[in-house]
T-cell receptor, first 116, second 110 residues
Framework: GAVVSQHPSWVICKSGTSVKIECRSL??????MFWYRQFPKQSLMLMAT?????????EQGVEKDKFLINHASLTLSTLTVTSAHPEDSSFYIC????????????FGNGTRLTVT | GEDVEQSLFLSVREGDSSVINCTYT??????LYWYKQEPGAGLQLLTY?????DMKQDQRLTVLLNKKDKHLSLRIADTQTGDSAIYFC??????????FGTGTSLTVIP
């Protein structure tokens, strides 16, 4: 089945530093990947849609300069949290789907970011 | 935007059946999905149903879809402690538009 790999699983960084999270589709090509943020005991909040070879589409209220998305290949999208602050601490999850019909979303295992 | 609603909590005894319910508002959904999320992990696809189907069974899982009432349910037979998790329903309208429910936290009591 389709597998999405996300790294790192968890990261602790100091305020003001930047953190990069990688999302890879291991056995399929994904022209589109999605980045979500999840607060404790809440549902997923879509942050942005990552499009291979073009600019990401951000949801309303998500700062483009804060959350940089790069989708340079058909199997890799990265999310960089720039100048991280404690309020950026959260669980970030990526997902991707095979570009066939109405194939379902497959999720990475998430990244727990803690900014101190 | 699209609203997908679920009850927040459900507790069942081990061995009983669990039924998790979901309602949605957009009748143009094409596929509806159930995902399972264990603590600290991503979402695992459990099963999905095409919108022109009424029911789908996959081992202990049964999905029922009432398109008229825009109601989706997931029944887990013989619920085990390993089934304790958060369950999300989701619908897709077009290929890249997915809407997730609020999640139902299932607790299985031994």
């Amino acid at each position: 089945g389709a597998v999405v790999s996300q790294h790192p699983s968890w990261v602790i960084c100091k305020s003001g530093t930047s953190v990069k999270i990688e999302c890879r589709s291991l056995d399929f090509q994904a022209t589109t990947m999605f980045w979500y943020r999840q607060f404790p005991k809440q549902s997923l909040m879509l942050m942005a849609t990552s499009n291979e070879g073009s600019k990401a589409t951000y949801e309303q209220g998500v700062e483009k300069d804060k959350f940089l998305i790069n989708h340079a290949s058909l199997t890799l999208s990265t999310l960089t949290v720039t100048s991280a602050h404690p309020e950026d601490s959260s669980f970030y999850i990526c997902s991707a789907r095979e570009p066939v019909g109405n194939s379902p979303l497959h999720f990475g295992n998430g990244t727990r970011l803690t900014v101190t | 935007g699209e609203d997908v609603e679920q009850s927040l909590f459900l507790s069942v005894r081990e061995g009983d059946s669990s039924v998790i319910n979901c309602t949605y508002t957009d009748s143009s959904s094409t596929y509806l999905y159930w995902y399972k999320q264990e603590p600290g992990a991503g979402l695992q696809l459990l099963t999905y149903i095409f919108s022109n189907m009424d029911m789908k069974q996959d081992q202990r899982l049964t999905v029922l879809l009432n398109k008229k009432d825009k109601h989706l349910s997931l029944r887990i037979a013989d619920t085990q402690t390993g089934d304790s998790a958060i369950y999300f329903c989701a619908e897709s309208i077009t290929g890249n538009q997915f809407y997730f429910g609020t999640g139902t936290s299932l607790t299985v009591i031994p």
